[in-house]
């Protein structure tokens, strides 16, 4: 993947985008980081991803960055399809990676300690 093409799916976009970016990834992100978890060593960044961009202290643009990227994760379809393990996922790490490094400031010890808790449950469930 190259930057123009990682920087074109992390587009936050209109508020409506947002919106149904939002419902998508509350809707599929668990469901699918418990399926891929043991897969995927981005799954505590994931997480801590999904609870920044749940938190309503995250700016508008960073929360639209991340739904992006974490939209992207949930797609049933990608550049580089999951179901080739080892490298099916790097793209979302890409993807996820150019997401994290654009919202550093944003991003808390507090989303990685509930990613962290969250994680323990779904290894249990």
């Known amino acids: ?11 936050p976009g209109e508020p409506d985008t947002q919106e149904k970016r939002e419902h998508d990834v509350r ?3 668990w469901p699918k980081l418990k399926r891929v978890m043991s897969k995927v060593p981005f799954a505590r960044d994931a997480a801590a991803a ?15 960055i991340l739904l992006a990227a974490l ?23 890409a993807v996820l990676t150019a ?10 010890m ?5 990613a962290d808790a969250a994680i323990e449950r779904l290894k249990t469930e």
């Open 1 to 11: 993947m190259d930057d123009v093409k990682i920087g074109e799916i992390l587009l």
């Open 27 to 29: 809707a599929k992100f």
């Open 50 to 64: 999904y609870y920044c961009a749940m938190d309503r202290e995250t700016p508008l643009r960073a929360k639209g």
């Open 71 to 93: 939209g992207y994760f949930i797609l049933p379809v990608d550049v580089v399809p999951d179901i080739f393990v080892v490298v099916g996922f790097t793209d979302d790490i």
């Open 99 to 108: 997401a994290l490094a654009m919202i550093r400031a944003h991003i808390k």
């Open 110 to 114: 507090e989303h990685y300690e509930a």
